[in-house]
């Protein structure tokens, strides 16, 4: 796999992506994918949608082998959560 360098600083990246997602894609496919990644293509603003990331962003540089990808979680602020969680009280 090539190791592709950012053409955009991290501000920017973030900021293009969650643009892309908001305006374009969430309304598309929010109702039915609750929970899987999209992986987008900041440059083109093609998308794949997968339970699994590596899935997803695989599919999308098969279409664009030089894809400047952003990552978002259907909705979740959050791809991943690190450290703990306390426990609800039942």
Known sequence: MAVHQPRYSKEEFAQRGDLIYQTQIRPQIELSNHGKIVA???????????????????????????????????????????????????
Do not use: M, Y
Request: glycine letters at 8%; aromatic letters at 6%; one cysteine or more.
């Open 40 to 90: 987008i293509d900041l440059e083109t603003g093609d998308f794949e949608v997968d339970a699994r990331e590596i899935v997803a962003c695989n599919r999308l540089e098969a279409r664009h082998p030089d894809a400047q990808i952003w990552i978002i979680r259907v909705g979740s602020r959050h791809v991943r959560r690190f450290g703990g969680r306390t426990k609800r009280a039942v």
